[in-house]
């Protein structure tokens, strides 16, 4: 690849459709030193970008904390090196990757920007090459006092760049996979990318270098609030053993069953040590226990709102957080507080 002074992008590969080919029995990943066949258009930048392929690719619907924890130590040990990141990864659960990645890099001063597609990239309509050549960009792009642009964890994908802990995947098959339903995006690309300078996140000028946190807790169950939902079920889940967490998806501003048995199963689980945190089925909009008597009693019973976290924020601040702190209240206490721009306060 072309290599000048000037900048320095590090493609970091990870499997997912974007890097698949038809080879006759379904999608499988190609290699990627072929990256340039199938996307000549790369030779035009003017800077350095380099690769490094994950062993084995997958389809993200296969990922893992462990990969999570990969990622973060291959971005630490390359971090002087390279000027942005390009994370190339399945759209199934890049929404939670991103989430986790933002939890895990500490005082972030260079741009960490996952993409993909619905399309593979050597197909005709494929909407995965403006999707990385523009991601490439968005990881190179410097300020006038030549910071990074966006020196987040970020998703790029059909012409919009959102912050990774506020995204979420609702489109199996559309172009337009992706949305932040809370927060604007930090950039949107059209003849120009125009940078939302206002909502993008920069390190204090006196933060200290990357620091990674890989150390996750992931006893976390989810249980879906529904109609019919069952005494036995949600019993299971919230005192159930080997969980240390649960997030409980409510309806809209966070309400859930107002029957005293579902009450009081909350309220055992919390007393018994138990974190639970409400996050809404909503897309869009946040938690308020305050509203209706059904959220009072949540709260009341020692239920930590979500506000409008999404559930892939949410799960993976738990990891993180769960993992730094062996004690629950604190866990509780931050759970409340805005630490990536994952809630709007
Ligand atoms: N199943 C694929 C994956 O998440 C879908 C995609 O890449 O879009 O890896």
Redesign the pocket.
Known sequence: MKKTEKSAILLIYT????GMKENGHGLVPFDFSQILDEVPELQKFTFKIDSYTFDPLI???DVEPGMWKDLACLIKEKYEDYDGFVVLH????MAYSASALSFMLDNLAKPVIFT???LPVGSLRTDGKENLVSAIEVASARDSRGRAMVPEVAIYFNSQLIRGNRATKVNATAFDAFRSPNCPPLAEAGIKIRYNKAVIRYPSPEAAQLVIHTDLDTRVAILKVHPGITEQVARNVLLGSGIRAVIIETYGSGNAISKPWFTDIIRESAAGGKIILNITQCLAGDVNMNLYATGKALKEAGVVSGGDLTTEGGLAKLFYLMGEYADNERVKQLLEKNLKGEISK
């Not at 499997?15 to 974007?18: D, L, R, S, W, Y």
């Not at 399945?90 to 659960?93: E, S, Y």
């Open positions: 499997g997912g459709t974007i389809d993200s619907s399945g759209t199934d659960t993909g597609s619905q």
